[in-house]
């Protein structure tokens, strides 16, 4: 692999007046202990868009993603500093119910981790504790989401059946059902189809394409033919640093970094 | 010698090694209730002891023994399950929590003779308990606690870490997630580490002979008032358990029938003792596909 200069960097600018962002991070870095692992990461996130970070292994994407909703904290030698705006508000600041925050951001993460309940107990679980009670609007929410996860049509007989029966990719596609079941705005996921065959991570992709209509999505991905299929923007990492965010179209026909260029066709990575 | 020969002697070792253990184990066991089960009757198991006569049975010791174990699991059960929480989930890796895991790894590996004359000294003396069920209890969870405490954290820790991330990621706060995503999760482990150690409880000795005592007074058990001298539950009486009495009369019994009795209380011991690691095995199971529903 080639040295490639951190400052040579392509950002494609938003204009807020055109395009809503959901989301966006002024100069985020991250340190595990002494290591330096992202640098003054700068994106914005587009409403009701999927947003793809690709980069190779050990590039940063999922730690950077991973402190979007402060997942990080749970680290001990984790140190989060600049801004992550949301509506707003600096949610890397001290005051912030992280857990209230959680709430709007969603997250889902590379293997599926469905808890050893049932299928409609891993829907409504964390909204039962949240405080909503009511029987019949748990019973709907549970539809709709399983619906909008296109699990639906193959569960609904088993709802009380454990979710560790299902298959890998039918619980992955449970994990989503559970996070859109919290009503977030955004939406993280976590090379969500890595562990997954091809039949199934198809699903999973066109089951984003849907989602995308009502909630903002970003997403790591390995796969740079997932990327190029289901995102509108792409985020290139490198070693700790964004190089390049770009429409998708732009980032794998005419990408403007040398090292996007070299990446997306497979020199290295 | 090739790679396969080499495998197949070591294999063979191997079967040996395991198969010596087996069998030490079965004869022990087959010549325990070959020699007990004779003497087990229903007069047996329920008559009191006597002192020098022969024709005693062991019911009082055999309650003495459950109400005992009954007692100190409800004394070290919570401790140990707090304890194992923070360990598990809340302590961050510093000096002080190093300080925790070296004393409970040091508070596991004392003899149960030390913790006895330790119980003997701190609850039967010094407390002023006398030697009492609850002395033995409180000894019994010194005894009993750090190997708790040590299952319970390894039960949650068995747990996998990306349950923690989607409890937290659903905005539950720590605590929700551990009481109510790993701790059902880990609850299979920890009742069969409970009972296993209901087991070993139930038939240790040497903590109880100075902290319970070595007598076992006639109960009445038409009355169940704990205050009352003779009541089975009075936690201030003293009170002699299976383990204790196979002990005192192999050691100074002068009942004609000394060698009866300690068979027949031996294979009672043991059966007891084998209940428990069936039992454990039994629910272990049972709560992991009702939990797990696979």
């Not at chain 1, 950002?11 to 330096?36: Q, R, W």
């Not at chain 2, 008032?225 to 003293?238: K, Q």
Request: glycine content about 6%; charged content about 15%; proline content about 4%.
């Amino acid at each position: 692999m080639k040295d490639y200069s951190f400052d040579e960097t392509y950002f494609l600018p938003l204009d807020p007046k055109k395009h809503e962002i959901a989301l966006s991070t002024e100069d985020l870095n991250v340190f595990y202990g002494t290591n330096h692992a992202i640098y003054d990461a700068s994106l914005q996130f587009e409403r009701f868009k999927i947003t793809a970070l690709i980069g190779a292994s050990g590039s940063g994407k999922s730690t950077y993603l991973r402190s979007l909703n402060r997942m990080n904290d749970n680290i001990a030698s984790a140190k989060v500093t600049g801004k992550i705006m949301y509506r707003d508000l600096d949610i890397n600041g001290n005051g912030i119910d992280t857990y209230e925050m959680r709430k709007h951001i969603g997250m889902v993460f590379q293997r599926p981790n469905p808890f050893s309940k049932s299928i409609y107990d891993n829907i409504t679980f964390a909204p039962k504790r949240h405080g909503l009670k009511d029987k019949k609007k748990l019973d709907e929410m549970v539809e709709r989401t399983l619906k909008e996860a296109a699990l639906w049509d193959q569960v609904k007989d088993d709802l009380h059946q454990s979710a560790l029966a299902l298959s890998g990719g039918q619980q992955q596609r449970l994990c989503i059902a559970r996070a859109i079941a919290m009503e977030p705005d955004i939406l993280l996921l976590d090379e969500p189809a890595s562990a997954l065959d091809p039949i199934s991570t198809s699903t999973v992709e066109e089951t984003l394409i849907r989602l995308r209509e009502h909630y903002t999505i970003i997403i790591v991905t390995h796969n740079m033919q997932q990327a190029a299929r289901i995102s509108d923007y792409t985020a290139f990492f490198h070693l700790g640093h964004v190089l390049e965010f770009n429409t998708t179209k732009e980032i794998f026909t005419t990408p403007k970094v040398q090292a996007t260029d070299d990446y997306v066709s497979g020199h290295f990575g | 010698m090739n790679a396969k020969q080499s495998d197949k002697v070591a294999t063979g070792v191997l079967y040996l090694m395991s198969g010596t253990i087996v069998a030490i184990l079965a004869l022990l066991l087959l010549y325990i209730l070959w020699n007990g089960i004779p003497h087990i009757s229903w007069h047996f198991l329920t008559a009191p002891a006597q002192s020098f006569e022969k024709g005693g049975g062991i019911g009082v010791q055999l309650f003495n023994s459950f109400y005992l174990l009954i007692l100190s699991m409800l004394i070290s059960t919570p401790i140990s399950i707090c304890a194992g929480i923070y360990l598990s989930e809340y302590a961050k890796p510093n000096r002080l929590t190093s300080i925790i895991r070296t004393s409970i790894e040091i508070l596991s590996s004392l003899p149960s003779v030390v913790v006895g004359l330790f119980g003997f000294l701190v609850f039967a003396v010094q407390a002023g308990f006398g030697f009492s069920i609850l002395s033995g209890a409180l000894a019994l969870t010194v005894f009993n606690l750090p190997l708790l405490t040590r299952n319970v954290e390894d039960s949650l820790q068995s747990v996998s870490f990306t349950q923690r991330e989607a409890g937290l990621a659903l905005g539950l706060s720590r605590w929700e997630t551990v009481i109510h995503v790993i701790l059902p999760e880990a609850l299979p482990g920890i009742i069969t580490g409970m009972i296993l150690s209901a087991g070993r409880v139930f038939g240790e000795a040497a903590a109880l002979i100075y902290t319970a005592g070595q007598s076992a007074p006639p109960l009445d058990f038409t009355n169940w008032n704990p205050f009352y001298i003779a009541s089975p539950l009075n936690p201030m009486r003293p009170a002699e358990t299976l383990a204790v009495h196979i002990w005192k009369i192999n050691s100074e019994g002068i009942i004609p029938d000394a060698k009866a009795v300690s068979s027949g209380a031996s294979a009672m011991l043991i059966i007891a003792v084998l209940l428990f690691n069936v039992l454990a095995r039994y629910l272990g199971n049972k709560m992991y596909k009702k939990f797990t529903g696979v």
